[in-house]
């Protein structure tokens, strides 16, 4: 029985194969073999931290921005012999700085209000549209 076979497999070894089922006749079927697709993969870069956890895990400490850079331009006020004075937010804070860097002293602001108004006055044209 098997030298048989095997020499009608070798006879018709030279004629092709009459269906598809003829032509895999002989053939077991083969086990896909098992792959790790991830293996090639480099690992994947570490997601950056929300600042939120930064702040949590105490790794920056909160701060706004307007107050990071307020503190910059502190420092480089400092730097060149300059400093920030704190002024008194109310309606006459602008005439407070100026009585500052004029007078010396923030609570001479009304004189220098006073003078700023008669000067426009006096000078209205200048600054009328």
Not at 24 to 51: C, H, I, Q, T
Not at 58 to 63: A, K
Not at 109 to 114: D, L
């Amino acid at each position: 029985g098997a030298q048989s076979q095997s020499a009608a497999a070798m006879a018709d070894k030279g004629k092709p194969p009459t269906d598809l089922s003829a032509l895999f006749a002989g053939k077991g079927k083969k086990k896909p073999k098992a792959m790790n697709l991830n293996a090639d993969k480099p690992p994947e870069p570490e997601k950056p931290k929300l600042r939120s956890e930064l702040i949590a895990s105490g790794e920056l400490v909160e701060e706004e921005g307007w107050e990071r850079i307020l503190r910059g331009e502190k420092d480089l006020m400092k730097s060149c012999g300059l400093v920030l004075k704190e002024v008194e937010a109310d309606g006459a804070c602008l005439f407070r700085a100026f009585a500052d860097q004029i007078t010396g002293n923030v609570d001479e602001h009304t004189a220098i209000r006073e003078r700023c108004v008669d000067f426009m006055e006096a000078n209205r044209a200048d600054f009328e549209p």
